[in-house]
């Protein structure tokens, strides 16, 4: 059985994927408007405390500084700071994909491969077979780190959705999903991005956000054990 603090942690955990998966994506105008008003900054605490995380207070209050700036200034210093930090030609001081940061991590030789790695295929694999997969698989690997939090946020809020129809059942179903994913991929590099994005002078509100990240990310890497019943 779930408790209601366990309900709220995995309630919490699918909302933090989901505004990862919105955060680390090629910024738009609505992630500067969210930044701008301050709304984006509560989402981060709120979602940080219902997982069941403490939130980082130095980085929400970087992220806190930008907040009242004007929207199109912000996001045009977004776009920069993005493209700096995760797409910079050559080689970006952070990968966006798990392929080639794990390649890059694990110190080896020559280019990584893209399109057809193993574990990009193995990711393209599972979000199939979930019914996830992004549209614009064909023109970006879908182990680009916001494909792979919309993943874990799709199969958490999916757990969640089930367990409050009372179906045990399905919910089984998405936690192991969720639980498989981030054994396979995840806990490979989620927090390893998030602290590499943190120490990255390029990186501005994005390096704010990975800081926020990094713990929750742990945490969940850790094998959903914060999440009670989660992990059985």
């Given at each position: 059985?779930?408790?209601?603090?366990?309900?709220?942690?995995?309630?919490?955990?699918?909302d933090?994927?989901?505004?990862?998966?919105?955060?680390?994506?090629?910024?738009?105008?609505?992630?500067?408007?969210?930044?701008?008003?301050?709304?984006?900054?509560?989402?981060?605490?709120?979602?940080?405390?219902?997982?069941?995380?403490?939130?980082d207070?130095?980085c929400?209050?970087?992220?806190?500084?930008?907040?009242?700036?004007?929207?199109?200034?912000?996001?045009?210093?977004?776009?920069?700071?993005?493209?700096?930090?995760?797409?910079?030609?050559?080689?970006?001081?952070v990968?966006?994909?798990?392929?080639?940061?794990?390649?890059?991590?694990?110190?080896?030789?020559?280019?990584?491969?893209?399109?057809?790695?193993?574990?990009?295929?193995?990711?393209?694999?599972?979000?199939?077979?979930?019914?996830?997969?992004?549209?614009?698989?064909?023109?970006?690997?879908?182990?680009?780190?916001?494909?792979?939090?919309?993943?874990?946020?799709?199969?958490?809020?999916?757990?969640?959705?089930?367990?409050?129809?009372?179906?045990?059942?399905?919910?089984?179903?998405?936690?192991?999903?969720?639980?498989?994913?981030?054994?396979a991929?995840?806990?490979?590099?989620?927090?390893?991005?998030?602290?590499?994005?943190?120490?990255?002078?390029k990186?501005?509100?994005?390096?704010?956000?990975?800081?926020?990240?990094?713990?929750?990310?742990?945490q969940?890497?850790?094998?959903?054990?914060?999440?009670?019943?989660?992990?059985?």
């Amino acid at each position: 059985m779930f408790s209601q603090d366990d309900m709220k942690r995995l309630v919490g955990a699918a909302d933090m994927f989901e505004l990862a998966s919105v955060v680390f994506a090629f910024p738009d105008k609505a992630v500067a408007e969210g930044l701008s008003s301050g709304a984006l900054q509560a989402d981060v605490r709120a979602c940080l405390q219902d997982a069941g995380v403490a939130p980082d207070e130095a980085c929400l209050r970087v992220l806190d500084g930008v907040r009242d700036c004007k929207p199109d200034e912000l996001f045009e210093e977004l776009r920069i700071a993005y493209s700096l930090t995760f797409l910079a030609p050559g080689k970006p001081p952070v990968y966006l994909y798990e392929s080639a940061f794990v390649h890059e991590a694990s110190g080896r030789t020559g280019v990584a491969t893209l399109f057809r790695s193993p574990s990009t295929l193995d990711v393209e694999r599972l979000m199939r077979e979930a019914e996830v997969l992004p549209a614009d698989y064909r023109t970006i690997p879908c182990d680009a780190m916001p494909s792979e939090c919309a993943y874990m946020a799709h199969a958490l809020g999916s757990a969640v959705a089930a367990l409050q129809r009372d179906s045990g059942d399905e919910a089984t179903v998405w936690l192991g999903r969720a639980a498989g994913f981030m054994r396979a991929h995840g806990a490979a590099w989620f927090a390893p991005f998030c602290d590499a994005a943190a120490h990255c002078g390029k990186s501005g509100v994005y390096g704010a956000f990975a800081r926020c990240m990094s713990p929750f990310m742990r945490q969940v890497g850790e094998g959903f054990s914060a999440f009670g019943e989660v992990s059985r």
